[in-house]
């Protein structure tokens, strides 16, 4: 499955150069269930925030990951207003990466399907497998792995352990959380060798395990996320949102007047994928 389907039936909206589907909780949900169903979707999905966005607007390769992904859904609330902004369709939440990962753990146990855990410590690993069974009847967890930190070929004997337990497993949906740009990269470079779907979920083993806390509701709804994430650990996020968060308005202000490159060519390639209304000769022939 390479997404074009999806692309062409669900409204999306470019940001920054990186296609971003316009959906709801519910919508994604049924549409990445549905895909996990079939057999061997070979497909993925990322979960899209300013720091992702703005890293693809200057990384082409990372852009083409995100590009790539049978969905990319609005991760954070800046997302949500850029959509108000450039007149997208108006949405009423974002579809947050951790929440979204619960409700397709729900959806999963309530289908029957099976699912897998790619990232996370080993400690982490065995404390999430735990938790998401207590607080979700019925779910299947068909195994867990936890990577080495460090870059490895694409021929890596442990790589492709994993790869070969991954397929086994029975799993029809992997949770990948290897944090971006990395688990981005690693779906769109082996999604051709991983027959489940795989959905990047960044910091949500963390989250879900109980090992790093997620920021008050009052704060998600208010786009402060970041704030609270920086307050907690400015050492390493400090440059993220230094940088990256004033680079977003001003990226988002050029494309609302249509000065941002990428953004002008997404439009026309999404454009040239729709299906061509025929002409009214070509109707009465």
Known sequence: M????????????????TRIASV?????????????SAPAPHA?????NVHTVSMARRDPLYRAALNGAFMSVPDGMPLVWA??????????????????????????????????LYGGTPDVASQL?????SRIAGLKIAGAISPPFQARA?????????????????????????????????????????????????????????????APPWMQDRGLEWLYRFCAEPRRLWSRYLFYNPYFIARLMLQRIGLDGPSREL???????????????????
């Open 2 to 17: 390479n997404g074009t389907d999806y692309r062409v039936a669900i409204q999306q909206l470019p940001i920054l150069g």
């Open 24 to 36: 709801t909780y519910d919508e994604a949900v049924a549409s990445i269930i549905d895909a996990a």
């Open 44 to 48: 993925y999905v990322c979960a899209c």
């Open 83 to 116: 959509h108000k902004i450039l007149g997208g369709r108006p949405l009423p939440d974002r579809v947050y990466g951790p929440t979204l990962m619960l409700k397709l753990c729900e959806a999963a146990a309530h289908k029957g399907i099976a699912i897998f």
């Open 129 to 133: 497998s735990e938790a998401l069974t």
């Open 154 to 214: 694409d021929d890596d004997p442990t790589l492709l352990a994993e790869i070969q337990q991954m397929n086994s497993s029975g799993a029809k949906l992997v949770f990948v959380a290897l944090g971006a740009p990395k688990q981005e990269l690693f779906m769109h470079r082996h999604a051709a060798r991983i027959a489940p779907l795989m959905v990047g979920v960044g910091a949500a083993f963390n989250f879900h395990a109980g090992k790093v806390p997620q």
């Open 267 to 285: 439009v026309r390639e999404m454009a040239a994928q729709l299906p061509r209304t025929p002409t009214a000769k070509e109707t009465r022939a």
